[in-house]
């Protein structure tokens, strides 16, 4: 059956609701709590198990660390199969510790990421490609973004890029890629940033549909053809905005996998999006979300 790959970023996720964001050297205590697995691609990946009712993979680092066993049950939990491609590594995977000042509806991480864990790509873990229509890449692990992204290039396989800020790995990735949604933050060298630069220059590395995300304000987007416009997003008070961007990765993944246009699938990735952030953490939206209707999968 037809689904998806997700390759990149999998951590614990330590979600604290406060009112406004503390003081220096103070103590609060929080209004509610969020624990869960966490990350670009493996929070992606959650929403498009739940939208789809298929288990896409996630090829991801997490070893046998404890830690590393309360994001598997919890990826296992949502329907996603991670694939471990450190399966016996000792050490911690990522942490990130964040607050929410549910006041302002923002959010302030505090993590290591990845950068400190070496994910090598290995061609006898591609299989989940077989499969899949569409792979997304968040550039985390660079050796496993190339290593996926060319495979899925020579298979047909549409390849989605998480475009967050800018990285190294980007330079030889996004040759490879087919559609990428990116970050307000997201800047290419040599240039000062604006849409239409990223736009150009995206185009011109070979990337045929671009996307530029920017909060609660209109979505703009891009294609080779010379093709622009922007995409309204919907309006809702706003608790927690974490993850926010990833859901929306996850569920356009989902909408294009099951045939809508890049324009159609990002006008309903957004509206999920935007639902996600009434709620505190990148689960609760799931809890209050009609299930999907069996004829969209």
Known sequence: ??????VGLATLDIAYAVRRYPAEDSKTQAEDQFLGAGGPAANAAVAYAFLSGRSPALITALGEHQL?????????????????????S???????????????GTRTIVSLDGSRISAPFDRSRLGPLRDAV???????????????????????????????RWRPVHAELLPLVDIAI?????????????PAEVFDDLHARGVYQVAITQGDKPIRYSEAEQVTGEIVVPRTPAVDTLGAGDILHGAFCHYY????????????????ATESCAYLGTREWMRQHPRPDQSTR
């Open 68 to 88: 590393a066993q309360t994001i598997r049950r919890d990826l296992d939990r949502y329907g996603v199969a991670p694939v471990d491609v450190t399966p016996d």
């Open 257 to 272: 996998a099951a045939g809508q246009s890049f324009t159609d699938a990002l006008r309903a990735a957004a509206a999920v």
């Open 134 to 164: 569409v792979v997304l890449v968040d550039g985390h692990y660079p050796d496993l973004a190339l290593g996926f992204a060319t495979a899925a290039r020579e298979t047909g396989v549409t390849v989605v890029l998480d475009a967050g």
């Open 90 to 104: 000792a050490e911690r995977p990522p942490v990130s510790s964040i607050v929410v000042a549910t006041e302002s």
């Open 1 to 6: 059956m037809a689904t998806a790959v997700f």
């Open 182 to 194: 990116c970050s307000s933050g997201f800047t290419p060298p040599g240039i000062s940033g604006t």
